[in-house]
């Protein structure tokens, strides 16, 4: 049982927009940055977005990130079939003195 | 291009000891920028770093709380390397690792070592 809370799945149709949430607490994403992961099934999880909203180089501008609070959100615009994969938000947390993941979000393209 | 190249058992006794190396090329593990991590994942206990190794004018080394009376990871600056060691291993240390580049976000990973603890 993660101490970061995302929903287990999100689907949408190519071309749409979906949004994953992740909540936390004060002692993760309230006090640190947000990184979001993309693991495609038999593959290492890959960042997507780190420090909150930025891309490393070579990810689609498709992707976008955004904190408020104890809260993050990963974007994805102009969904793509490329894009089925699990979604993981990961901070740091003072408590665990470490990085936490999420449980993971699968995303369905319809 | 940093590559991070995995080796070691995928099968463990249990009670035994895991051990990983993760071979670092395009990097050093000496790097005063970088930091060197493990990292597991299985089904029932999702992604979970497990700790890190990194040197600031000395080595220093972080562990989950978890397995923090458990692991040691170990950096060899002769081979550019760093290693995984968990002991009193069970079945529920069963799980796919990876050795990962980064401070608290890792923008490089290994392959991926499935590690089964059985007899």
């Known amino acids: 049982q993660s101490v970061l809370t995302q929903p287990p799945s999100a689907s949408g149709a190519p071309g749409q927009r979906v949004t994953i949430s992740c909540s936390g607490s004060?002692?993760?994403?309230?006090?640190?940055?947000v990184h979001w992961y993309q693991q495609v099934p038999g593959t290492a999880p890959k960042l997507l977005i780190y420090?909150?909203?930025q891309r490393p180089s070579g990810v689609p501008d498709r992707f976008s990130g955004s904190k408020s609070g104890t809260s993050a959100s990963l974007a994805i615009s102009g969904l793509q079939s490329e894009d089925e994969a699990v979604y993981y938000c990961a901070p740091w947390d003072d408590s665990l003195n470490g990085v936490v993941f999420g449980g993971g979000t699968k995303v369905t393209v319809l | 291009q940093v590559q991070l190249q995995q080796s070691g058992p995928g099968l463990v006794k249990p009670s035994q000891t895991l051990s990983l190396t993760c071979a670092i090329s395009?990097?050093?593990?000496?790097?005063?920028?970088?930091?060197w991590n493990w990292v597991r994942q299985s089904p029932s206990r999702g992604l979970e770093w497990l700790g890190r190794t990194f040197y600031r004018s000395q080595w220093y080394s972080d562990y989950a709380v978890s397995v923090k009376s458990r692991i040691t990871i170990i950096p060899d600056t002769s081979k550019n390397q760093f290693s995984l060691q968990l002991n009193s291993v069970t079945p529920e240390d069963t799980a796919v690792y990876y050795c990962t580049r980064g401070w608290n976000n890792f923008d490089y990973w290994g392959q991926g070592t499935l590690v089964t603890v059985s007899s």
């Open positions: 420090d909150n909203n």
């Open positions: 004060s002692s993760n994403i309230g006090s640190y940055p």
């Open positions: 395009g990097d050093s593990v000496s790097s005063n920028s970088a930091a």
